[in-house]
């Protein structure tokens, strides 16, 4: 039997097998992670058997190594957070124990709900990245999918599959649209993405101000302003429906985090269109040399990096909070720049710096509480991340134009002699 006719067969193994282990290990029962790791090793048997082991084995390798220089950034982070902690007078080991166990096992549901947005905005970022460009205005992207998230919550009264099926399309498509004019601008006259997407993200805070107050305005707690709730059929459904030790906040929203990671690497890796993105995300002149249209694809670029961020809007709003606070500043925009970064625009890597944002958010409010380290520790760690790693690429342009300089240098000393 030719092993391409097993294919199905592995594949809906390691997709039961991851999916189910994600909803355990994402419900707090740990023991998830060996049904997560059964799909990696059922996935890369396949691998085997369709190629060769070696073959196989050098995907592995090649993963690991990709995985190397982030892991090295982190490391080295915390290392220098314990210096500063040492030097203002805190104990890093007892602050370390405490952010971890907070961050992966105490605070775990706090975690996920954190990770959650920050997948899709992540991944919106890292797509643009793909394709050269800077979709810093992210944030508003998902201004917008909160808002058409919580108007259609409100109003729909369909069967709950509908509804919410329709809420995440809807979402996702004005949130692609409300990037249609810096996408056009950029196109037609090279306005940078930068400026436009951050003006129309500052655009869209302040709008939902007056959304909010349209849709029930009325104060609740220390928050100003809150929307009527969304209806009850139009909620995402939660793990704790299947698990019930499952805490009772953690919804679904992170396995269609996922789900939208794994979409989003094939259409990158596995498609014409995602070629086109990389290649002119490397360089437009050569792109277009070869028939690219770099315009055409820009322009869909910039709109499938909205509709991504819409995505983390609606999640938030159907999934966690059910109704729109004002002035929340949850910047899970401004974080998923981050976040991409961090995964060096991998879509599949978006996945664990998201997990792991919000794990070291979780785990820093645990930290500060218990051992009275100032949560600021947190976001000097994230910061000597990210600088670490971009770091590299400053080192590695460096390096490129020492080594041009030097081979001129070589080229004028032979023609002297």
């Known amino acids: 039997m030719e092993i391409t006719k097993l294919k199905p067969v592995f594949y809906t193994l390691a997709a039961i097998s991851g999916v189910v282990g994600m909803a355990m290990y994402f419900s707090s029962i740990f023991s998830g992670i060996f049904l997560i ?67 992966f096992v105490k605070n775990w ?101 007056i959304f909010i107050r349209g849709m029930g305005g009325d104060s609740a707690g220390s928050h100003p302003y809150v929307t009527d709730p969304i209806r009850d059929s139009n909620f995402l459904m939660k793990f704790k429906t299947i698990f019930p030790s499952a805490n009772y906040r953690v919804h679904i929203g992170i396995l269609i985090g996922i789900g939208m990671a794994l979409l989003v690497s094939y259409i990158l890796y596995r498609t014409t269109f995602g070629y086109e993105i990389r290649a002119i995300g490397q360089n437009k002149d050569a792109a277009r040399g070869q028939g690219i249209n770099v315009g055409k694809n820009i322009f869909i670029a910039l709109l499938f990096a909205g509709f991504l961020s819409g995505f983390a809007g609606v999640t938030q709003v159907i999934g966690l909070d059910h109704k729109m606070f004002e002035n929340l500043n949850a910047g899970y925009g401004w974080n998923g720049v981050s976040v991409a970064l961090l995964a060096a625009n991998n879509p599949i890597g978006v996945i664990f710096t998201a997990i792991l944002w919000g794990a070291l958010d979780a785990g820093g409010q645990y930290m500060s509480r218990t051992t009275q380290t100032p949560n600021s520790i947190v976001e000097i760690i994230k910061g000597i991340i990210l600088f670490l790693l971009v770091a590299k690429y400053i080192w590695a342009w460096l390096g490129h134009r020492l080594t041009r300089w030097l081979g001129k240098r070589l080229k004028k000393n032979e023609g002297v002699q």
């Open 109 to 209: 549901s706090i975690s996920v709900l954190n990770a959650t947005p920050l997948l899709f905005t992540g991944l919106s970022v890292a797509f643009a990245f793909k394709a050269g460009l800077f979709n810093i205005g992210a944030e508003g992207q998902y201004y917008v999918g909160a808002m058409v998230a919580t108007f259609l919550g409100i109003t729909f009264n369909l069967p709950p599959v509908i509804s919410i099926i329709l809420i995440f399309i809807i979402g996702g498509l004005l949130a692609a649209a409300y990037n249609f004019i810096p996408a056009l601008l950029k196109v037609k006259t090279g306005a940078h993405e930068v400026i436009t997407t951050m003006m129309f993200a500052h655009i869209a805070k302040y709008l939902s101000s």
């Open 37 to 103: 790791i059964a799909a990696i090793v059922i996935y890369y048997i396949y691998r085997g058997l369709l190629t060769s082991y070696k073959t196989a084995k050098a995907e592995v390798f090649s993963v690991l190594k990709s995985m190397l220089i982030p892991l090295v950034g982190i490391i080295a982070a915390i290392l220098i957070g314990a210096i500063i902690m040492v030097l203002t007078g805190y104990n890093p080991v007892r602050a370390y124990k405490a952010l971890f166990y907070g961050g």
